[in-house]
């Protein structure tokens, strides 16, 4: 079966600060990846997705920025956080059908 | 602009009886629509689909609804359970594998 992970699970970080959040998926080959964020009152809002090793596609222009060097990782990072990067920030998976599966999460305080 | 909109941030339903979350959507190209629950702090995960060659899907005691001329679809939950008190969240996609969001209905089921 398939699995997800990402880490760190909660993160507090200081304003100007860099970011790596990291995520995993395991048991399949080739998946979609997305990085979501949830933020107080506004939905799950798509950041960034991917198809393949190398290619991103960004949704949303801001700070932040995403990888994927193997298969089955995807990484969101920011070389200076802003205070209105905290949130719940998601990754998924999906293969050709429409459903996309969730990790756990992380929550990113910036102060 | 918001194209996948739940209106009603909250609900409260007494157990045993019918949860109705519902979706309006303004994309006609939509033709894939999916729910997702969501408890804090943890990702959200898949309920149920359906797709826009049908009016109804049933899986277990969670039915969607999907109406294309007025471009609305509903959960319905019943019986609902206090288990069931989580932050209910509508999607739709026009495209292979993204999706667009709403922002969410906090459903209480009160014991």
């Known amino acids: 079966s398939q699995t997800i992970h990402q880490w760190p699970a909660t993160l507090v970080q200081p304003v100007g600060s860099p970011l790596s959040l990291e995520c995993t998926v395991e048991?399949?080959?080739?998946?979609?990846l997305y990085w979501y964020r949830q933020a107080a009152g506004r939905g799950l809002q798509l950041l960034f997705y991917?198809?393949?090793?190398?290619?991103i596609s960004s949704e949303v222009p801001q700070n932040l920025s995403a990888s994927r060097p193997q298969d089955r990782q995807f990484i969101l990072s920011s070389k200076k956080l802003l205070l209105s990067d905290s949130g719940f920030y998601l990754c998924?998976?999906?293969?050709?059908?429409?459903?996309?599966?969730f990790g756990p999460g992380t929550r990113l305080l910036v102060l | 602009d918001q194209q996948v909109k739940q209106n009603s941030p909250s609900l409260s339903v007494q157990e045993g009886r019918i949860s109705i979350l519902n979706c309006d959507y303004t994309?006609?190209?939509?033709?894939?629509f999916l729910w997702y629950k969501k408890y804090p702090a943890e990702g959200p995960t898949f309920l149920i689909s359906?797709?826009?060659?049908?009016d109804k899907n049933e899986d277990g005691r969670f039915t969607v609804f999907l109406n294309k001329s007025a471009k609305h679809l509903s959960l319905h939950i019943v019986p609902s359970q206090p288990g069931d008190s989580a932050v209910y969240f509508c999607?739709?996609?026009?495209?292979?594998?993204?999706?667009?969001f709403g922002k969410g209905t906090k459903l209480s089921v009160i014991p």
């Open positions: 998924a998976w999906s293969v050709v059908e429409e459903t996309q599966y």
């Open positions: 991917s198809v393949g090793i190398g290619q």
């Open positions: 999607a739709a996609s026009a495209l292979r594998d993204q999706l667009t």
């Open positions: 048991g399949t080959s080739n998946p979609n």
């Open positions: 359906i797709s826009s060659i049908k």
């Open positions: 994309n006609s190209m939509f033709d894939y």
